[in-house]
């Protein structure tokens, strides 16, 4: 019984930034590692990054390393996505998941809960 809300998404020039936020509420939020993944039209969903419960070790896909920044705050039961250096191959629908208990996985059937998505479109 988790619920994950999204907000933060929205249009953007190209190099310009965007942060993401995830609210969840339910259980403890601190017992579950957080994910973002990202759906294209056309394209299959796609994991971008993701923190661990616990320790919060963060893990990137290739394609978002060293423009994108995953972090939590527990007493918030908040995750965010800072995004930076956009590009127009960012532009998707971007969404929360949560592991209970996750080392931060990119597989999606790792992840218990899903948000609904917030979309993010970046111009060129």
């Known amino acids: 019984q988790v619920q994950l809300v999204e907000s933060g998404g929205g249009l953007v020039q190209a190099g310009g930034s965007l942060r993401l936020s995830c609210a969840a509420s339910g259980r403890t939020f601190s017992n579950y590692a957080m994910g973002w993944f990202r759906q294209a039209p056309g394209k299959e969903r796609e994991f971008v990054a993701a923190i661990s419960w616990s320790v919060g070790n963060t893990y990137y896909a290739d394609s978002v390393k060293g423009r994108f920044t995953i972090s939590r705050d527990n007493a918030k039961s908040t995750v965010y996505l800072q995004m930076n250096s956009l590009k127009p191959e960012d532009t998707a629908v971007y969404v929360c998941?949560?592991?209970?208990?996750?080392?931060?996985?990119?597989?999606?059937?790792?992840?218990?809960?899903w948000g609904q998505g917030t979309q993010v479109t970046v111009s060129s």
């Open positions: 998941a949560a592991d209970y208990r996750g080392l931060g996985s990119e597989a999606p059937y790792e992840y218990d809960y």
